[in-house]
Each structure stands twice: as C-alpha cells, then as structure tokens.
C-alpha cells in the first residue's frame, strides 16, 4: 500500500523534469536525423551520380552498428550516462555541421559524407543503450513501460516529421543547410542533456567507502558483461526476444520497395504510403503501449508482439490490394514496437545499473548481426525463388526463433526479474 500511495502522488511522468527533459532531448535529436539521412543521400547522389555510392553510405552505416556497441556498453557503464549523451550530441554536431563549412569552403568530397554518416550512425548506435540506461536510473519501476512507450512516441513521430519535410527543404534550401539544422538539433539535445540530472544520483558502482575496483581493459569489461548475460538465463533469454523486432523491421525494408513495385503495382509513393504506416503503428504503440502492459500482462506480451510481427509478415505473401499492405504495416509496426518496449523495460529492471550499458549494447549487436544475416537470405530467397516465398519463409523463421527463445524464458526461474529502483527525478 506504501508504494502504491508513493506512485498515486508521483507527477505525470512528462511532468518529471528529468524525464520531460530526456523526451524533449529525443525529439529534438531524431527530427534532425530524419532530415539528415536524405540530406546526406541526396548531397551523395548530386556529387556522385552513383548507385554504387549510396550503396557505400548503407555499407558504412552496418559497419557501424557491428563495430561501435561493445566499445558503447563499456563507456556508457564506466562514466556518467549524462555526460555519454552529451558527448555523443556534440560529436554529431560537430562532423554534421562541418559538412556545409566545408562546402561553403569548396572543399567539401565524397569521403568526407562517407566519414559524417559513419559518424553519426556510430552516434546512434551508442545512443539507444545509452539512454535505455537514463531511463533506468531517473524513472521509477512501474512507470519503464510507460517511459519507454514514450520513448517511442518521440523517436518515432521526430523522425517521421524530419524525413518526410526533409524533401522540402532540400528542395527550397539545399542539402547542406538542411545538415546545418540538423547540427543545431544536436546542440539543443545537448543542452537539454546538461540539466537532465540535477539532484539526481549519479550511478554507484561499488560500495561507500570503498576503493574503486581496479578498470579492466575494455574488452575486459565488455566480456565480463557477456558473463553476467550468460549467468541468468532469463536475461540471455530476452536479449534474443529483443533481436527478433529488429529482425522483422530489417528484413521488411529488404522486401517491401521491389514487392510493392512488382507484386502490388505501386509507385514509389505507394511505398512512402506503407512505410509511413510502419512509423505510425510504432507511435499508436507508443500511445497505448503502457495501458495494454498493464492489460495484458508482461508474460503475454513476451510471446504476442512476436507471433502477430511473424503474421504481419507471412501476410504480405498473398496480399494484393494497397489498403491491406497498409493494415499489415500497421500490424508490423504496433507488434514489433510492443515487444521492443516490453523486452526493454523488462532488462531495466532485472540487470544491476553498473552492467546496463553493456547489456544493452550486446543486443545491439545481436541484433545488428542477425538483421544483416537475415536481409540477406530474403535477398537470396526473393531473387532464386520469388518474394512472396521470401516473406513466407521469413516469416517462418521469426516464428520459430520467436518460439524458441519465449520457451526458454519461461522455463528461466526469475522471469520477471529484480526491480531496480529509480536513482530520483522525483
């Protein structure tokens, strides 16, 4: 009853200043990403005029999302998750904006795009254990569904709105004053990084009073991470649910434009339509993400979001008409974001604060990994078969991988995990 009368007297949680302060630090910082990624696609292609060259900005991107996690985890848990954050923001800045300077100088090439968007994806990367592992310590435990839904509703509905007016500007302005916004978007994160904690406790990784234990290299203490994951089953068991939303989105963006073309008939603006879709089922999840928790039940949620992303997925195979592609993005998109929103608040409640970062991080990795490896069986099995069988067989795959890993998490004796309180933010 005592917790309960402490949560009935907390304030709306947007009305939390360190929480309100981190959601209006998301928003501000993926309605800039939106509008960079077709600024740098489009600076590229005016430079270049080469396929093969905005090939090599996805490239680069990949080998970011591989490369930068382990570092990431070990970072975001040795320092201050605040000062992470604004570091990273001022990185970003900092390469983005040097992009019009240079091409105001003229002297602005093509390796230097290829730099900036290994930078900023490095950036990304970073940043989402980076602030899985804030919300962990300023928002208290019945409240992470909620905080992470919301979460979800900024990235989300930040990016949507910077991708889509993007177009405009760089049509009404030009690429590089479009990167120039989006550098101050950075700033502004930033900023409202700096007051995010205040009064609130920093992370205490060892005991009052206490010497600090000795800093292992950092492979060392990415692997000790790997130990604590593979020491509790029920984590390790998460960590892969949490790779089959990532997955299913991956191998959707690998599919969808040569199916909507050559399945559907459609155009280019037919596919902007369903992809739309896509972000706005992760918003409607975002919105009543928190309500169908408390609905459901975490146990059903662990099992549904994945088994409706592998029927949204097996349902583009004999889809033929635009307004049901709509509604199995719709699906995709609400299924896969529940289950990211519930996998996420269930690891910030079992893992111990000072390995957050590092777990996190690993299923980045995880993730980033099996997504590259599953794009490219769609690829294979679309181009040798067709891409119906492609979704088909995709499909099938997330369905048993889904199976096996929610499976496993049952049969874990702690699924619900220890609660980890909130460092303040009251």
Not at 53 to 66: P, Q, W
Not at 128 to 154: F, H, M, R, W
């Amino acid at each position: 009853m005592r917790d309960d009368a402490v949560a009935a007297k907390r304030s709306p949680l947007l009305r939390q200043r360190p929480f309100g302060l981190l959601f209006a630090a998301t928003l501000i910082s993926f309605l800039g990403n939106g509008a960079n990624y077709i600024a740098i696609f489009w600076l590229v292609l005016v430079l270049t005029d080469s396929p093969t060259a905005l090939g090599g900005l996805v490239a680069v991107t990949s080998v970011a999302g591989i490369v930068v996690p382990p570092l990431a985890g070990v970072i975001i848990d040795r320092f201050d998750r605040r000062y992470v954050a604004i570091g990273l923001d001022v990185i970003a800045a900092a390469c983005v904006g040097a992009v019009p300077a240079l091409k105001a100088l003229g002297l602005l090439q093509v390796w230097h795009l290829y730099v900036a968007t290994f930078v900023t994806a490095s950036v990304y990367a970073a940043y989402k254990p980076t602030v899985a592992a804030l919300i962990q310590e300023i928002v208290a435990g019945d409240e992470l569904v909620q905080a992470n839904s919301l979460y979800v509703v900024a990235v989300q509905s930040a990016y949507l709105t910077g991708s889509s007016t993007a177009g405009l500007l760089v049509a009404g302005l030009s690429p590089e004053t479009v990167l120039a916004l989006d550098a101050a978007t950075y700033v502004a994160s930033a900023l409202c990084m700096t007051f995010l904690r205040l009064g609130v406790v920093p992370v205490v990784l060892h005991a009052a009073g206490a010497p600090a234990p000795a800093r292992a290299s950092p492979w060392g203490e990415f692997r000790a991470g790997l130990q604590f994951i593979a020491a509790r089953p029920a984590v390790l068991n998460v960590c892969l649910l949490n790779m089959f939303p990532w997955v299913t989105i991956s191998v959707i963006n690998t599919l969808l434009a040569p199916w909507t073309r050559d399945v559907l008939g459609g155009s280019a603006f037919s596919f902007g339509i369903i992809d739309g879709m896509i972000a706005l089922g992760s918003i409607l999840a975002g919105v009543i993400g928190a309500a169908l928790y408390r609905r459901a039940g975490e146990r059903a949620l662990f099992w549904l979001g994945g088994l409706f992303a592998a029927l949204a997925t097996l349902g583009f195979a004999p889809a033929r008409h635009l307004a049901l592609a709509m509604a199995l993005a719709l699906l995709m998109g609400v299924s896969t974001t529940v289950s990211k929103v519930t996998y996420q608040a269930y690891l910030q409640r079992a893992v111990a604060r000072e390995f957050m970062g590092r777990v996190i991080s690993s299923a980045v990795l995880l993730g980033s990994l099996l997504s590259i490896v599953f794009m490219f069986i769609a690829g294979q099995v679309a181009e040798r078969a067709s891409i119906q069988v492609a979704f088909a067989v995709m499909a099938g795959l997330l369905g048993v991988g889904v199976a096996w890993a929610h499976i496993s998490a049952r049969r874990a004796r702690d699924l619900s995990g220890p609660q980890v309180p909130a460092s303040g933010g009251r």
